[in-house]
């Protein structure tokens, strides 16, 4: 393992965090608001930026080991740095440490217990760190950075893992490029439209930044329900759903093919479970909680959506639905937005090839010598791929359990521990019981805000990324 | 497909289920009972058997598919007509086919409001269904009754498909006579054993029919709590375990190898479960709710065997206790007991070759080209094993979510009907809320009362055998 190399790019990193930084100074200073937080942020994360890429130099021979510990470290790091303008707005720091890593993994979870008391600068810097993680911040760095030349790529895979890779260009840092120029854009237009919706700039940025991220903060402790505006819910919800499908695809769409999505199985499994689960959740509201029919359909087209793509808005409080209504959002959990989105999750391709791998099992033991290979857009999955999403799902699932049973035994009762796991793992934000959208994840004990930050790290980076450093092998020579 | 053999070996089944109905008749007798319920039974159930299997002619050339339809439709049939006896004393159709099926699975669900109000004899054919089918009625069906030939194989594969063929004997009806001898003889160890702990012959004969059938049905509506006596749980804990593991190795420890058992992965990693389950839920119940610590060993240790085992007995009212215990059992109610046992789940061999296949998925992202198959007992698993075992869990957890999702839409709570659902897929028996081991399932309205008999058919033939026929490429000619 070659630990200068290692260091030598978290310093780089973290110079460009410190450099990002700059950003909510400027918007401290317009709003004028302390500057003492985000100025000691910058000095700090510079300056152990700077410190570390001169300390140890630089090289381009990386294996595989030295891009998962970049991008798992660099993500932690990304956080911690990242949490010290909370830290310095009197935040508790395991607190600003969480709230930090639920921003930039997208999550949503909170655990500010008075929202509005925050400064708007700092507000604006919890959103925007939703918007770097969804993306991808390292991904960014790539884009932006030039000299990581080959390497480049190991980290994109490090980050992105997802099982289905789009290469739309050769070079990783065209493509990282293209990803996120697509991504700004479609965050431009949806700024133009929350400000045509009557939204001041400040909230039509700061929920673009949350929303495109599949992230879920908002500054008003009500989340959405604060607009009680069925206008800014709907266009909040095509860009939901627009941010949990794979961008590679927006590209094409926008480029080259305008059939591209509608081409594509994941997309065309992900709106089906969308609306099969909207529907379920509207006869839910309607019939055992006696909402109106467009009522109904309202809550249930936006949380869904919310939820799917691992968003976690509320228009709201789904905590206090009838369980029937909850299960719906409970499974919707378990599945996530596409590969290649911004949402978290187990992701729906995921999903779906399991799915045709058990009807394909049916299939054989009726007839044992067919050959029928599962297909995905028309071509036969290799059994690699199949096998990585296997492991995938069984590590998920033994770290959604291991952490719901550390949880339970900490004090917290079955559902919060239950959804609390699979919010943090899936990068969802809200889940039911202690934990519902209207609350915070501030009751949860100590050691249980350590272990829900580390759900989030390792459901962020598609769990192998993490798991693999944290395994002894990797260590070994 | 063809249609004769099916319904001709039908018949022949319930021609053997009418014959082995005489036995619960003698029972009645013996107490003075209502002859009535099994005399009735006897003459229905026979008289179906004679006439299909006279109507329909047997041959010997079957497919797989008729194996499958045998075997589905005969554990269907076997329910349906063994539900006699307790609908002619007085039960409900739907609830009388309910606690039969839950019998003959070895689930040990109960719709029973009263049970002691029943006869004794009612209450003998009640246990004797489940030790009916813990080995499996197909596979006693085979060893007893000859002329099966060849296409016993297809049967005995249907009924017990677990992942690890054991073939004890080259010939399927031998292997299907040693394995009902080798559950014959322990059961009557067993007797002897409860006897001597000042149990009445009566309470020995039904709760060892209940104990090595993994099944969990008593005479009694408070369980083994009845008797509050620590001998008495201890044995049934030791005969509860002997029943979670695999007997053909029973066999081979009792016969040719003394350390066969402790030879086998799956055996090792089911103590292991078992004992880290039990500490983990003494020190739960001792820290959390204040029992002391022997007390708090004796309820866990009884608890943690029965639920992995899928049994399902209970010594006191767990749906009580604190959360952090509960998820305990929650977490082994996925797991179950050995293959080739008569317990239920997903069972433990599936559960360590998916842990196995994850471990050696993180090693390949290190080494991407090493080779390293996933080995059990020293050997490769082979792919096909694996992707079978895939299918499984993923049909497996489908099956759980859709029954989930249905009884929560019928207006049960979340904690209900997660754990009825996996009580019965699993066949477990209790699981928590409306549904806990001193409540009864009576309250699941009629329509859950059906999706839960079809899980519990669905869980004791391992999925395939009952999906399979409900697909429609199954009819295809």
């Avoid at 093919?257 to 479970?273: G, N, P, V």
């Avoid at 839910?284 to 949380?303: C, I, K, N, P, Y």
């Avoid at 793509?309 to 996530?336: E, H, P, R």
């Avoid at 959208?437 to 949860?444: G, I, R, W």
Wanted: proline share 4%.
């Amino acid at each position: 393992m070659n630990h200068g190399v290692i260091l030598n790019v978290l310093g780089r990193l973290l110079r460009f965090l410190g450099a990002i930084m700059l950003l909510p100074l400027l918007v401290a200073i317009y709003y004028g608001d302390s500057l003492y937080p985000f100025l000691t942020a910058v000095i700090i994360t510079g300056f152990t930026g700077i410190l570390l890429s001169h300390r140890y130099s630089s090289s381009d021979e990386w294996k595989t080991r030295e891009g998962f510990a970049i991008v798992a470290f660099g993500w932690l790091s990304v956080a911690i740095f990242g949490s010290i303008p909370f830290m310095l707005d009197g935040i508790a720091p395991v607190n600003a440490i969480f709230e930090s890593m639920s921003g930039f993994t997208t999550t949503g979870a909170t655990v500010l217990l008075d929202i509005e008391s925050h400064t708007r600068s700092i507000l604006f810097w919890r959103s925007m760190t939703q918007w770097l993680g969804g993306m991808g911040i390292i991904m960014l760095f790539i884009a932006i950075l030039p000299k990581l030349g080959v390497a480049g790529r190991q980290l994109f895979r490090a980050e992105a893992p997802g099982p289905t890779e789009d290469k739309i260009k050769p070079r990783i840092r065209e493509t990282a490029k293209i990803l996120w120029l697509v991504y700004f854009t479609i965050s431009i237009v949806e700024i133009i439209a929350l400000v045509l919706a009557d939204l001041s700039l400040y909230d039509a940025v700061t929920h673009t930044f949350t929303t495109m991220a599949c992230g879920g903060f908002s500054p008003y402790s009500e989340s959405i329900a604060a607009f009680d505006s069925p206008l800014v819910e709907g266009i909040i919800t095509f860009f939901m759903l627009v941010a949990g499908a794979n961008f590679a695809l927006h590209y094409r769409t926008l480029r080259t093919d305008r059939s591209s999505l509608l081409k594509d199985d994941e997309f065309k499994f992900y709106l089906f479970i969308v609306s099969f689960a909207t529907l379920i959740l509207t006869f839910s509201l309607w019939d055992d909680m006696g909402e109106e029919l467009f009522t109904a359909f309202r809550f249930a087209v936006f949380q869904v959506v919310s939820i799917t793509t691992t968003t976690g808005f509320a228009t709201t409080d789904f905590n206090l639905w009838v369980d029937s209504a909850k299960i719906v959002l409970l499974a919707v959990m378990f599945i996530g937005g596409c590969a290649g989105s911004t949402s978290g999750g187990v992701k729906v391709v995921r999903f779906l090839l399991l799915l045709k791998y058990a009807r394909r099992a049916l299939f054989k033991s009726i007839h044992p010598r067919a050959v029928k290979p599962v297909k995905f857009n028309n071509k036969a999955v290799p059994d690699d791929v199949m096998q990585a999403i296997v492991s995938f799902v069984v590590i998920y699932l033994m770290i959604f359990a291991i952490s719901t049973a550390l949880l339970s035994l900490m004090g917290m009762d079955l559902i919060s521990s239950i959804t609390a796991s699979i919010a943090t793992l899936g990068n969802i934000g809200p889940g039911f019981g202690l934990v519902g959208p209207m609350s915070n994840f501030d009751v949860v004990p100590f050691v249980g805000k350590l272990i829900l930050i580390t759900n989030m790290w390792i459901g962020r980076l598609e769990v192998f990324t993490v798991i693999v450093i944290l395994t002894p092998e990797f260590w070994k020579r």
